[in-house]
């Protein structure tokens, strides 16, 4: 029976295809086994750390299914992801609710002096 290349590696992603893109994008003239393998677990290290924040950040919003604003919500405030992710959009995403200090009211003395 066949075995596909990314049950063997112990994957969800898929290693035949990530190879094929790899060979079809001319990347490189020629491209070593252990590559496409390496790729599809980096992709899938990746996809899990953001559906894993996304998922957090949907249930603090007491929601049941993850939104465009939720992966937006976990990539931004996760300082490695947001670097990583620094020049892509994410549609119908949002932005992250932030008053600069000078615009929020003074905490006047005035209750203090009385």
Do not use: C, M, W
């Amino acid at each position: 029976k066949a075995v596909s290349k990314s049950s063997k590696a112990g994957l969800q992603f898929p290693v035949g295809r990530i190879a094929r893109y790899l060979k079809k994008g001319r990347y490189a003239e020629r491209i070593g086994a252990g590559a496409p393998v390496y790729l599809a677990a980096v992709l899938e290290y990746l996809a899990a750390e953001v559906l894993e924040l996304a998922g957090n950040a949907a249930r603090d919003n007491k929601k049941t299914r993850i939104i465009p604003r939720h992966i937006q919500l976990a990539v931004r405030n996760d300082e490695e992801l947001s670097k990583l992710l620094a020049g892509v959009t994410i549609a119908e995403g949002g932005v992250l609710p932030n008053i600069h200090s000078v615009l929020l009211p003074k905490k006047s003395g005035k209750k203090a002096e009385a």
